[in-house]
């Protein structure tokens, strides 16, 4: 389980990101236009005017593309989680071994043990 914690967070990672980079850009751009920290191109770093709309429009899209990727990277997740256990379960129920089921009390058993064949012999 702990696998899988792991897995969510780091498939939780990229769309949060958006969101709080897109919230960061939407309120607050960078102050002063520079080659490091920004959506830098060629159009949005001509003026102070064009960096801030430049950032809004990214920040507004970069936020609402991350509120929508939020619940589609976790409904993939939800499918694939214990997965790999369950597949192992039944690799087991298939070669024989039918011990992985304490549901099933009658698999515990010796084979033809309480059964009618068994206690007529």
């Given at each position: 389980?702990?696998?899988?914690?792991?897995?969510?967070?780091?498939?939780?990672?990229?769309?949060?990101?958006?969101?709080?980079?897109?919230?960061?850009?939407?309120?607050?751009?960078?102050?002063?236009?520079?080659?490091?920290?920004?959506?830098?191109?060629?159009?949005?770093?001509?003026?102070?005017?064009?960096?801030?709309?430049?950032?809004?429009?990214?920040?507004?899209?970069?936020?609402v593309?991350?509120?929508?990727l939020?619940?589609?990277?976790?409904?993939?997740?939800l499918?694939?989680?214990?997965?790999?256990?369950?597949?192992?379960?039944?690799?087991?129920?298939?070669?024989?071994?039918?011990?992985?089921?304490?549901?099933?009390?009658?698999?515990?058993?010796?084979?033809?043990?309480?059964?009618?064949?068994?206690?007529?012999?």
């Amino acid at each position: 389980m702990l696998f899988w914690i792991f897995m969510l967070l780091f498939v939780l990672m990229i769309p949060l990101t958006m969101i709080y980079f897109g919230r960061r850009f939407f309120k607050s751009p960078p102050k002063s236009i520079n080659a490091t920290f920004g959506y830098r191109s060629t159009m949005s770093m001509k003026n102070q005017e064009t960096w801030k709309l430049a950032h809004r429009v990214c920040g507004r899209y970069w936020f609402v593309c991350g509120l929508i990727l939020l619940p589609l990277s976790v409904l993939p997740m939800l499918f694939v989680i214990n997965r790999d256990r369950a597949r192992h379960r039944d690799d087991r129920v298939h070669r024989g071994d039918h011990r992985v089921h304490p549901a099933r009390p009658d698999a515990l058993r010796a084979p033809g043990h309480g059964t009618r064949a068994a206690e007529k012999v």
